[in-house]
């Protein structure tokens, strides 16, 4: 590998300010991050290593909210009661990341923000996502690209936690050199047309610290529902992150984020719109399917995306019902 | 004799090459050398298979570099060195790991435990004598990584079903594909095997 | 069949203790005083021209101590490529992944930074990367004289084998049908990675490599270094598997030897698992066109392939198309193009001309069956082959048993049904395919000798390659000494201290070597029933140099047979393998521990070629994009599933103790029988390799 420095910071503050160093890049777990400094894709002088921040990996109720670090790993995290009971969608989502030995390393705030897998961006492609200004999944292999929201990057989202939190109205808490703010899930990921170098809105020096979960309503049901392309170890072909509020067989609100679909976490409100209120049948749940793909814009190979969405989004919806 | 020119490089000094006997390589002038900043070394300690190591590293150096390179310790192999195959899975305070992702400064103050680990006082872990039994090594680059993960499992579900074997070691890959013998192996040693499915050839 | 004493007997590895404990040296495991580390330069490009590279700025890096170019190195690669001038750096460099040069400095971090810092002025040429393609007109020439390789009687026409007259059997038939299918260019992904250590003392050379035949590489490093073999050394004690990627000599070792040489200092060679992938060599990608004809009531008449195969810029293999010999049929004609392309390399993979032409022959031959509403089974049974070419009698022949008793144990009857049948959102079926691969005899070498504790240390240049072969020469060693295999010591794996061998490749260990084995052990008795055991320091040496005739009249091949049930489910397109029985006819089964698990594995590899493996090139670039093993998505632990295994054992006369080959028919049959398994479940046909998740959706759209 190149050759840089590790900084142990001693506190959230001083991580900032390491992070002012020139080519100073954060890391969490490092899974994904060292692999890409082995590909040249990120070239840092200075390794933040926030792992060796304490007290930034913790889960703790806060009168109605949940708090979590945004350093917990993606083990300890779906292994948490709290989350398993009352946010069981981000347990499973955490649980479905790759392997037991990635899930030991890598953190909730790096799962978030981590980059994409498209192998045209892997494989140091001049494109969007390597300071280029093309995307090459347009006319290329793009099987695994956007049916949602491409354009001009076709990258999916590779998160499974991303879509997860979105469904949970997570509020994400970041710090950075012109201090901290809050911004909602919802808000913290970008459309390419809005900024196709970046998959979120951190600024420069900015950082993930943590999550924070609206209480769970008391009839809430969820799931992370994940397609993989072996039986185990890839980022989600399609996925959904469903959310329903449920009162005895009645749907009163449902949150659906589908994953691998598109350059963000891809709610449906539409299809949620559609639920409210009403009682999940299977007749349902297919219409539902059906107008999850309403508006997808499939590339030349990966339409099959579509008929696959319908499927999990119907048998996922009818699972919780 | 093959015809090729024969060349020696002075170390460290970047005065240039010796031509020897045919064309010098395009290109190559006298030039100075590059000033080249140095590289990050950091002070750690570790303790590996209970032993304490006190150690400087690179900061660039992984933990599997520093284990095979640098500590001896060659069991836990590099099969692929971006955390996508699992020979390198080590246990790192009990839990494990891809240790070509993981930085060695940053198991300073931790415990790791890898392969070499495993046998105590000349008795090997019932992991390794089942694996021997059940032919759970084929080339058995994959196996040092198999046997962490299978430890690993064992250590916190002394009985596990097949699944829950197959889930607990999914992250390593082995290519000879002895996927089969490999569980039958781990549910040997944990005691949960059948004797009619043990030795099925 | 009679039992023996030592052969036949489940056995744990001879060297199972040192895998399992960490402390089995493989390659990269070595270290030597003053070593030094190499990495390897490569082309981004399909096919360019180098006008010049420029190494000053690597010279100038402290700690770099060679540099090699294509100026000032210009050995040749002999099995590289055996149509081809196959130079260690080439201009034009003719695939994305080929060496420009290559750089040996104090650690492998300054090796890579001097790696990056030669700037070499590429000038990009049009580029082909589909055979078909490649013998249009008009198309790049990858190589001088044409993209069609060369024959093996060097003419530039199709590989073609001929019986009777096609166009006879076509005529002959009721029905004829047509179809033709494509397979991928797979990667061996074998997990230990590419490495060579070479040192040089004085004008002796001493390589530490992993490979599959220590006996061939010294043959090869002596050759392409042009130096005596008696200076060469080849030392290979473990490897982590190859599965035909690590056969004969490479250019990393070539290399390293280069290296070494200029810096006068040991030189580890490392590559990256993407250089393996791209670098290395890997399954020829096919197109098949076949053409087959029948009568009604099931009899075949003529069978006609037409193939294409990717070789990649370098012919090092043949890029046949196998699968027919397995069929009985009077009228045939296969002819193969090897064509040039600017792919990787393709080369051999466990049973390299095999699951894939398999693939396509099977596929197509139940389809026959299901339009004569035949059972897939019985239409087997009746066209089977039972002479090979219909002209020459086998050796031995357990191919139906293989196809009753494994179809029993696989309830055949039960869980086969038409296809397409049943509703509900998961569709299971069951498909089957048959195979068989030619079970050498040749040359091979062993010593035995004993000493006064009545240890036997057999040499054997053997090393390994995960097939177990080690404690099967053990095993035929003891069985023909007469004694315990506690007694049996292998020497293997050093060619200063191990006779020839084949190596491993083309299943050829048990057969080649044992034999050689077996005669020395005969001669080492003989030894000692006229001397005695000998007595204080002295041994008993006996040596063997067998090159035993093939059979005059008779053929020797290994017959299996594969059975596999999978679930579809139509909405999502997840195909999931959930019973599969192989039965295997390899003669006597010298150890079935071992060969059970060698059984597993390929069948389980097949699962993976079938289901997902490709390595996919952009179009437009011609680069790969998913080199390693997540792209590849190689088969995990939750993918396997439990593969149950039938040993048909035959009485064959040859081979010690009437062993045929056993490594590599285990991976023959399973890619075809997934496919006809996702037949019989949904009742369309995906004809193209791998069968992923979108090509199911594909056709049940």
């Known amino acids: 590998m190149k050759s840089f420095a590790n900084v142990n910071p001693r506190d959230l503050k001083d991580a900032v300010a390491q992070l002012q160093k020139p080519h100073a890049v954060p890391v969490g777990g490092g899974s994904d991050l060292l692999g890409m400094v082995k590909e040249h894709l990120v070239e840092p002088d200075v390794l933040v290593h926030l792992r060796a921040l304490r007290g930034l990996d913790q889960v703790s109720s806060k009168g109605a909210e949940v708090a979590i670090g945004g350093l917990i790993t993606l083990d300890n995290l779906s292994r948490e009661p709290l989350i398993r009971d009352s946010y069981k969608v981000l347990a499973e989502a955490a649980e479905s990341v790759a392997t037991p030995q990635i899930r030991n390393a890598g953190t909730l705030a790096g799962n978030v923000c981590q980059r994409p897998w498209c192998w045209y961006y892997r494989n140091n492609f001049p494109c969007f996502k390597n300071g280029g200004n093309r995307c090459f999944s347009i006319t290329g292999e793009n099987q695994f690209h956007a049916i949602f929201g491409g354009g001009p990057s076709f990258i999916v989202h590779p998160s499974d936690t991303a879509p997860a939190l979105v469904a949970l109205d997570a509020k994400f808490r970041v710090t950075g050199p012109r201090g901290d703010r809050t911004v909602a899930a919802a808000d913290f990921f970008a459309l390419p047309k809005v900024n196709a170098a970046h998959e979120n809105v951190l600024a420069p020096g900015e950082m993930l610290v943590s999550i924070h979960l609206p209480k769970a309503a008391r009839g809430a049901r969820s799931t992370y529902h994940k397609v993989l392309d072996r039986e185990a170890w890839t980022h989600a072909v399609v996925s959904a992150a469903i959310v329903l509020d449920m009162e005895q067989q009645i749907c009163r609100s449902a949150r659906i984020v589908l994953g691998g679909v598109a350059p963000i976490p891809w709610r449906l409100p539409k299809v949620e719109a559609m639920l409210a209120g009403q009682r999940i049948t299977p007749e349902l749940a297919a219409k539902a399917g059906e107008a999850a793909v309403e508006g997808a814009n499939p590339l030349a190979k990966n339409g099959y995306k579509i008929p696959l969405t319908k499927a999990v989004v119907a048998r996922t919806l009818l699972s919780l019902a | 004799m093959s015809r090729i020119s024969r060349r020696r490089f002075v170390e460290g000094t970047g005065a240039g090459l010796v031509a020897a006997t045919a064309v010098p390589l395009k290109g190559q002038e006298q030039r100075p050398a590059p000033p080249t900043p140095p590289v990050p070394h950091t002070a750690i300690q570790v303790t590996v298979n209970g032993t304490r190591h006190k150690i400087e590293v690179e900061d660039r150096w992984t933990l599997v570099e520093l284990l095979r390179d640098h500590l001896g310790l060659t069991g836990s192999k590099i099969g692929c060195d971006r955390g996508e195959c699992g020979a390198c899975t080590v246990l790192l305070d009990g839990k494990p790991v891809y240790s070509c992702s993981q930085l060695a400064v940053w198991a300073d103050g931790r415990s790791v435990q890898t392969v070499e680990g495993l046998a105590r006082d000349g008795e090997l872990d019932p992991l390794q004598q089942a694996f021997i039994e059940h032919d759970g090594p084929q080339c058995g680059f994959c196996t040092s990584g198999q046997l962490m993960s299978a430890k690993a499992l064992l250590n916190h579900n002394a009985h596990p079903t097949r699944d829950e074997v197959q889930h607990a070691m999914t992250g390593n890959i082995c290519r000879c594909s002895n996927y089969n013998r490999y569980v039958e192996s781990v549910l040997a040693a944990a005691g949960t095997l059948s004797a009619s499915a043990g030795r099925k050839a | 069949m009679n039992t023996l004493n030592s052969v036949g007997h489940p056995s744990h590895r001879i060297d199972a203790l040192q895998r399992v404990t960490g402390r089995a040296t493989y390659t990269g495991d070595i270290r030597l005083p003053e070593m030094l580390y190499a990495r390897v330069l490569r082309s981004p490009h399909p096919h360019a021209r180098i006008r010049s590279?420029?190494?000053?700025?690597?010279?100038?890096?402290?700690?770099?101590?060679?540099?090699?170019?294509?100026?000032?190195?210009?050995?040749?690669?002999?099995?590289?490529?055996?149509?081809?001038?196959?130079?260690?750096?080439?201009?034009?460099?003719?695939?994305?992944?080929?060496?420009?040069?290559?750089?040996?400095?104090?650690?492998?971090?300054?090796?890579?930074?001097?790696?990056?810092?030669?700037?070499?002025?590429?000038?990009?040429?049009?580029?082909?990367?589909?055979?078909?393609?490649?013998?249009?007109?008009?198309?790049?020439?990858?190589?001088?004289?044409?993209?069609?390789?060369?024959?093996?009687?060097?003419?530039?026409?199709?590989?073609?084998?001929?019986?009777?007259?096609?166009?006879?059997?076509?005529?002959?038939?009721?029905?004829?049908?047509?179809?033709?299918?494509?397979?991928?260019?797979?990667?061996?992904?074998?997990?230990?990675?590419?490495?060579?250590?070479?040192?040089?003392?004085?004008?002796?050379?001493?390589?530490?490599?992993?490979?599959?035949?220590?006996?061939?590489c010294h043959t090869e490093m002596a050759r392409d270094l042009k130096i005596a073999p008696e200076k060469v050394r080849i030392i290979c004690h473990f490897m982590g598997g190859g599965f035909g990627n690590k056969n004969q000599n490479h250019d990393f070792e070539l290399m390293a030897a280069m290296l070494a040489k200029q810096s006068g200092a040991p030189v580890k060679l490392e590559f990256t698992r993407k250089e393996d992938f791209v670098s290395v060599h890997g399954r020829w990608p096919t197109k098949q066109y076949y053409k087959i004809g029948v009568r009604n009531d099931g009899t075949l008449t003529a069978i006609q392939l037409r193939g294409y195969s990717g070789m990649g810029p370098h012919r090092k293999s043949s890029g046949g198309i196998g699968g027919i010999e397995i069929y009985q049929c009077p009228h045939v004609e296969r002819s193969v193009y090897p064509v040039y392309t600017n792919m990787a390399v393709s080369a051999n993979l466990r049973a390299p001309d095999y699951p894939q032409g398999v693939f396509g022959l099977e596929s197509l031959m139940d389809d026959i069956a299901y339009a004569l509403q035949m059972d897939p089974l019985d239409f087997r049974l009746k066209n089977m082959t039972r002479k090979f070419n219909d002209q020459t009698p086998y050796t031995s022949i357990g191919l139906e048993d293989c196809l009753r008793r494994g179809a029993e144990a696989f309830e055949w009857k039960k869980?086969?049904?038409?296809?397409?049948?049943?509703?509900?959102?998961?569709?299971?079926?069951?498909?089957?395919?048959?195979?068989?691969?030619?079970?050498?005899?040749?040359?091979?070498?062993?010593?035995?000798?004993?000493?006064?504790?009545?240890?036997?240390?057999?040499?054997?240049?053997?090393?390994?390659?995960?097939?177990?072969?080690?404690?099967?020469?053990?095993?035929?060693?003891?069985?023909?000494?007469?004694?315990?295999?506690?007694?049996?010591?292998?020497?293997?794996?050093?060619?200063?201290?191990?006779?020839?061998?084949?190596?491993?490749?083309?299943?050829?260990?048990?057969?080649?070597?044992?034999?050689?084995?077996?005669?020395?052990?005969?001669?080492?008795?003989?030894?000692?029933?006229?001397?005695?055991?000998?007595?204080?320091?002295?041994?008993?040496?006996?040596?063997?140099?067998?090159?035993?005739?093939?059979?005059?009249?008779?053929?020797?091949?290994?017959?299996?047979?594969?059975?596999?049930?999978?679930?579809?489910?139509?909405?999502?397109?997840?195909?999931?393998?959930?019973?599969?029985?192989?039965?295997?006819?390899?003669?006597?089964?010298?150890?079935?521990?071992?060969?059970?698990?060698?059984?597993?594995?390929?069948?389980?590899?097949?699962?993976?070629?079938?289901?997902?493996?490709?390595?996919?090139?952009?179009?437009?670039?011609?680069?790969?994009?998913?080199?390693?093993?997540?792209?590849?998505r190689v088969m995990t632990h939750l993918d396997a599933p439990e593969i149950e295994v039938h040993w048909i054992e035959t009485e064959d006369p040859y081979g010690p103790f009437g062993a045929k080959t056993l490594g590599e028919p285990t991976i023959i049959p399973s890619v075809a029988a997934v496919a006809n398994a996702i037949y019989n479940a949904i009742g369309k046909r995906v004809r193209d390799l791998p069968m992923t998740r979108d090509r199911i959706l594909g056709v049940l759209a």
């Open chain 3, 53 to 216: 590279v420029d190494v000053s700025r690597a010279q100038a890096l402290p700690g770099v101590k060679a540099i090699l170019t294509r100026e000032n190195c210009d050995v040749i690669w002999g099995s590289g490529d055996t149509r081809n001038q196959r130079y260690l750096f080439n201009n034009p460099v003719r695939f994305a992944g080929d060496a420009v040069a290559a750089v040996a400095a104090v650690d492998r971090h300054v090796a890579e930074e001097a790696m990056r810092m030669i700037q070499v002025d590429y000038e990009t040429l049009p580029f082909v990367l589909d055979p078909e393609e490649a013998l249009k007109p008009g198309a790049v020439e990858i190589q001088p004289g044409g993209n069609l390789s060369p024959n093996n009687r060097n003419e530039r026409q199709p590989e073609v084998y001929r019986r009777g007259s096609v166009d006879d059997g076509f005529r002959a038939a009721d029905r004829v049908f047509e179809d033709h299918y494509t397979s991928s260019h797979i990667n061996n992904a074998q997990l230990e990675p590419r490495v060579a250590i070479a040192q040089w003392e004085g004008d002796h050379l001493t390589v530490y490599t992993p490979t599959q035949g220590i006996s061939n």
């Open chain 3, 415 to 632: 869980r086969f049904h038409a296809p397409g049948e049943g509703t509900g959102p998961i569709k299971r079926g069951a498909g089957m395919a048959m195979g068989s691969f030619f079970s050498n005899m040749g040359r091979s070498s062993a010593v035995i000798d004993v000493d006064s504790r009545g240890m036997y240390h057999v040499h054997v240049g053997v090393t390994d390659v995960g097939t177990a072969a080690k404690t099967t020469m053990a095993l035929i060693a003891a069985e023909e000494l007469g004694v315990p295999l506690e007694k049996i010591d292998v020497i293997w794996g050093d060619t200063d201290r191990c006779p020839y061998s084949v190596g491993e490749s083309g299943s050829r260990t048990t057969t080649h070597t044992g034999h050689a084995v077996v005669e020395a052990a005969k001669d080492l008795k003989r030894q000692i029933a006229a001397k005695g055991m000998p007595q204080g320091n002295d041994i008993l040496t006996a040596t063997a140099n067998t090159n035993p005739t093939p059979p005059a009249n008779a053929a020797r091949y290994s017959f299996v047979a594969h059975f596999a049930e999978v679930e579809v489910e139509k909405e999502t397109g997840h195909v999931r393998v959930i019973k599969y029985v192989a039965a295997h006819d390899s003669g006597r089964v010298v150890n079935p521990l071992t060969a059970t698990s060698q059984v597993k594995g390929g069948a389980t590899m097949g699962i993976g070629m079938a289901l997902h493996e490709e390595l996919l090139y952009d179009r437009a670039s011609g680069k790969p994009l998913n080199a390693g093993y997540y792209g590849a």
